[in-house]
């Protein structure tokens, strides 16, 4: 028996990578591109002595309509019709983030339809649980299986190499860190409108890392050469699409503020306690939460007009505040591998295979 991992979008791979770190497997792509992606993206990531190019994981190439020779277990990061001989084989839905971007804002995705073909569906947080309630689905609770995010762990291993970090990637380490990671137009992204605005200013006193979107990501090479043109420093991008290197953890790791609008990483940067300041974008697509699973209700609010300098000064003011904020509002966001009824998602699949 086998476990495989698929995804729409190399980026989304990143939540495998913990499980292929301790299980082996294989990678499917439904693409000859995303085949060379990968081979480009995860070179040097193989862990079980795999003979494969540039040292990645194993991969092979499938459409979702072919799956039904697969024997094991299929984890999917994609909300994806999968075709398997559900004798053979089982299917996971793993999400890959935990925004609050409401599941098939396009009618013609057949949104329902996708997550009730699953055998079981991995929620790492509550609020994964409130997004698929909010569509009205009637899921047996015994697929709905609570579990960790093993990637947490990811971010406290590069923690303590925050400055060897760093100094690869010629960071300066005497100047704070701001990490500005924007979401794309399916969330009403802001690097557009923001990029040039916060790259000048805040390169005045900080270093600025710029994480695009992984739709974004082809912006990266223009927008810095247009920077550079301009004279500005103390500014570095971060490709989601490199994985092995670029990893979100390993930026979290380094950054000392975290500056998004509607995108995932502004919930899984409370495991860093770290300030944390949201674009106002009036993005209305959003699922609400309550209080305490909101993070607009709990961070610093930026908007067209207002000093980005006076703002960042401001989350570094209140550090202790929003430390003691975030440590209690990240155990109430994400379950934790201590709290009753909590999978060990690990054994979850091994159980399975």
């Not at 569509?135 to 923690?159: A, S, T």
């Not at 100094?167 to 399916?186: C, D, E, G, S």
């Not at 060990?344 to 159980?351: A, E």
């Amino acid at each position: 028996m086998n476990i495989y991992y698929y995804a729409n979008q190399i980026y989304q791979l990143s939540y495998a990578m913990p499980f292929y770190n301790q299980l082996g497997g294989t990678f499917i792509v439904n693409s000859i591109s995303k085949y060379f992606r990968f081979k480009r993206h995860l070179g040097g990531l193989a862990a079980f002595s795999e003979k494969t190019l540039f040292n990645t994981p194993s991969i092979i190439v499938k459409k979702e309509k072919d799956f039904f020779d697969l024997k094991g277990v299929v984890l999917s990061f994609s909300n994806s019709f999968i075709n398997v001989d559900k004798s053979k084989c089982k299917i996971i839905f793993h999400e890959h983030g935990a925004s609050d971007k409401r599941f098939g804002s396009n009618p013609k995705a057949n949104t329902k339809e996708k997550l009730l073909n699953f055998d079981y569906i991995f929620l790492m947080s509550p609020k994964n649980l409130i997004k698929i309630n909010a569509l009205n689905l009637q899921i047996p609770k015994e697929k709905l299986i609570k579990i960790y995010n093993q990637r947490f762990e990811v971010y406290k291993k590069n923690l303590r190499n925050k400055y060897g970090i760093l100094k690869k990637r010629n960071i300066n380490p005497n100047r704070k860190t701001v990490l500005y990671a924007p979401t794309w137009r399916f969330g009403s992204g802001s690097l557009h409108k923001y990029f040039f605005y916060f790259a000048k200013e805040i390169t005045k006193k900080y270093n600025l890392i710029v994480r695009p979107h992984f739709h974004d990501s082809n912006y990266i090479i223009p927008y810095s050469i247009k920077a550079k043109l301009a004279g500005i420093k103390n500014l570095y991008f971060s490709n989601p699409s490199y994985i092995s290197k670029y990893d979100t953890m390993i930026d979290f790791a380094i950054s000392d503020i975290l500056i998004s609008d509607t995108s995932a990483v502004l919930y899984e940067y409370l495991v860093t306690k770290n300030p944390i300041i949201i674009v106002d974008v009036n993005y209305k697509k959003l699922v609400k939460m309550p209080k305490d699973l909101d993070i607009m209700q709990n961070a610093l609010i930026f908007r067209k007009g207002e000093d980005i300098l006076q703002i960042i000064e401001a989350g570094f003011n209140k550090k202790e505040y929003f430390k003691n904020r975030y440590t209690k509002m990240f155990t109430e966001t994400f379950y934790l591998p201590d709290q009753e009824g909590i999978k060990n998602p690990i054994s979850f699949v091994k159980d399975l295979l």
